[in-house]
Each structure stands twice: as structure tokens, then as C-alpha cells.
């Protein structure tokens, strides 16, 4: 752009050597004028741009079908396309998954036929409701995947003791038993009233579980105050680790299984 404008400038200013100038200086107001009027135009095809963006966004509709160049040119992501995989199917219910793939302009390869071939299994157009419930009902297994990966954990934090790896399991089954206690309580009461519901989870999460997972390990390790402190801030950043492990081993076997 910056070499559009100079050659502009030099061609007008410069496009006949014999001209006779006023100056030794091309004159500025002419150049700011240019500049504006260039910045001015770069403006309204940014704004034209963002504007039809905007409008193809707001046109989609998830009971439609697109195929991967209108999908493409609205940056959409992955739930429209499998929306698109879904409603095709739908549509066309006697088609092959590589027929489909190849008319919504699709490369029929395994990453592709594998959505195409999930897509057809869920229930309606909305994708990430379906996979909250999904994922939400098998978060006990989250938990239950979870365990031994925390056992070790606590297994390797207190080697110096004399406490064999089962006893740590019964431990992190009892704490983790007291969790599912207090969400099926906050379940209940979230029925009834969601308000209340929603302050006491907070109140939990931020204050009681933390408090009640203090107080566990001093009474079952039996350390003084300072190690067990220390080992408790050292097991919060574990316990996100482990559980995060487990939530993407649980999502990738999810998917499959889904």
C-alpha cells in the first residue's frame, strides 16, 4: 500500500521532468489530502468487509445445510459443520458418507467421514447442549478415571510414611465421597431454589472444600501444621493436573464411544 501511494505521488508530482517547479519540496497538504482520502476508502472497505461478515453470520442457520466453502468464507466453527453433517443426512438418508462428503465439497478422508458419521447420531441441532449433558453424566467416571491417577500423587507427597498405596486409595475415595455428597445435595436444592444453589457451590469450591480437604490430610497424615500446608498447596495445582488428564483421556474416549 505504501508503494501505491509513493508511485501515485511521484507520478503526479513528477510525471514530466521538464515542468518548471515552484519549490524544492513537494507540497504537503497535497500529500496529506492523498493520505486521508486513501485512509478514508481503507476505512469503508473495512467497515463494507465487517458489515457482509456480520450479515453471513446472522443469515446461518443451524436447521440449514452449508457446505465447506459457505462454511469457510463465515468462519464458523465446528458445531455448524456438524450441523451441516447432521442435516444432510437427514435430507439425504440414502447416501453413501463419502456421496455427502464430496457434494458438501468435503475431502473424503477418515477426519471427515468420522464427524460425518458421529454428526448422524445426535438428537437435534444443538450440538453443545447434547455434549454438556453427554460429558456431564459421566462425570463420575471423570472422577472415578481420576482416582488412581490423585492416589500416586498422594502416594509419591508422603513416600516417607509408612502408608501403602491402598490406604491412599481409601483416603482419596473418601474425600472425593464427600464431594459427590454436597453436589448431589446442591442438585437437589438447585430444583428448588437455584439462587441458593448457585452461593452455596461457590461458598464450597472457594471455602469448604478446601477447609475440609485441609483438615483430612492433617487428620489422617498426622503432620504438623507447616507440611501440611505446604502439601496442601502443592496438591491443589496436582489435583487440576490429574483431573485435567482425565478430562481429555475421558473426551477422547467420549468421542469414540459417543
Not at 481420576?146 to 475415595?173: C, G
Amino acid at each position: 500500500m505504501l508503494l501505491f501511494i509513493t508511485d501515485n505521488l511521484n507520478k503526479k508530482y513528477n510525471s514530466d521532468p521538464t515542468t518548471p517547479k515552484e519549490t524544492g519540496l513537494i507540497n504537503k497538504e497535497k500529500i496529506n489530502e492523498e493520505l486521508k482520502q486513501v485512509n478514508n476508502s481503507l476505512i469503508d472497505v473495512d467497515k463494507l468487509a465487517v458489515k457482509e461478515q456480520i450479515n453471513s453470520f446472522l443469515s446461518l442457520d443451524k436447521d440449514s445445510i452449508y457446505t465447506k466453502t459457505e462454511l469457510d468464507k463465515s468462519q464458523l466453527g465446528i458445531f455448524y459443520k456438524i450441523n451441516s453433517f447432521r442435516n444432510f443426512s437427514i435430507k439425504y438418508p440414502n447416501k453413501t458418507d463419502s456421496e455427502s462428503l464430496k457434494e458438501l465439497g468435503f475431502k473424503d478422508d477418515n477426519y471427515n467421514r468420522f464427524f460425518y458419521s458421529k454428526a448422524k447420531l445426535f438428537k437435534s441441532n444443538n450440538i453443545k447442549s447434547e455434549l454438556s449433558s453427554y460429558f456431564y453424566e459421566k462425570l463420575s467416571f471423570l472422577i472415578f478415571l481420576s482416582l488412581p491417577i490423585i492416589t500416586i500423587i498422594f502416594w509419591l507427597l508422603y513416600f516417607r510414611l509408612k502408608i501403602n498405596y491402598t490406604e491412599h486409595l481409601v483416603f482419596t475415595y473418601t474425600f472425593f465421597t464427600f464431594l459427590f455428597i454436597c453436589i448431589t445435595l446442591f442438585n437437589i436444592i438447585d430444583i428448588f431454589f437455584p439462587i441458593i444453589a448457585v452461593f452455596l457451590i461457590t461458598t464450597s469450591f472457594f471455602l469448604l472444600f478446601p477447609i475440609y480437604f485441609y483438615k483430612s490430610l492433617k487428620n489422617f497424615y498426622r503432620q504438623n501444621r507447616w507440611k501440611t500446608v505446604l502439601k496442601f498447596l502443592l496438591l491443589i495445582p496436582m489435583f487440576g493436573f490429574s483431573l485435567t488428564l482425565s478430562a481429555l483421556t475421558m473426551l477422547f474416549f467420549g468421542i469414540l464411544l459417543f
